[in-house]
């Protein structure tokens, strides 16, 4: 079965940078094809998709407040996925989850995987 597990957040300055990190294990031919997202969740929100990236990188997506700010890539060779989070501000605030699915379109509202999440604050 597919694991995801996301490292890389903790405590940064506005205007600060991060870089996410995903790793999955437990891949096999078939899910290296799947594409892979980052969603996150603030304090008593619901939780909102950030960006997606198809299984061989082609094609990503943003939503509106990360574009411009956000990359997310990933290494198919390392089984990983990243998110990259520059000029971050307080409102980016939130646990960052990794997430997968065969569907690049599903993934941006139900992906069938997912993953702990890793815990981003943003002082101000």
């Known amino acids: 079965q597919v694991q995801l597990v996301e490292s890389g957040g903790g405590l940064v300055q506005a205007g600060g940078s991060l870089r996410l990190s995903c790793t999955a294990s437990?891949?096999?031919?078939?899910?290296?094809?799947?594409?892979m997202a980052w969603f996150r969740q603030a304090p008593g929100k619901d939780r909102e998709f950030v960006a997606a990236?198809?299984?061989?990188?082609?094609?990503?997506s943003y939503t509106d407040s990360v574009t411009g700010r956000f990359t997310i890539s990933r290494d198919n060779a390392k089984n990983t996925v990243y998110l990259q989070m520059n000029s971050l501000k307080p409102e980016d605030t939130a646990v960052y989850y990794c997430?997968?699915?065969?569907?690049?379109?599903?993934?941006?509202?139900?992906?069938?995987?997912w993953g702990q999440g890793t815990q981003v604050t943003v002082s101000s």
């Open positions: 437990g891949l096999t031919f078939s899910s290296l094809a799947y594409a």
């Open positions: 997430a997968a699915d065969s569907w690049f379109e599903r993934i941006k509202s139900k992906p069938s995987h």
């Open positions: 990236i198809s299984w061989n990188g082609g094609t990503t």
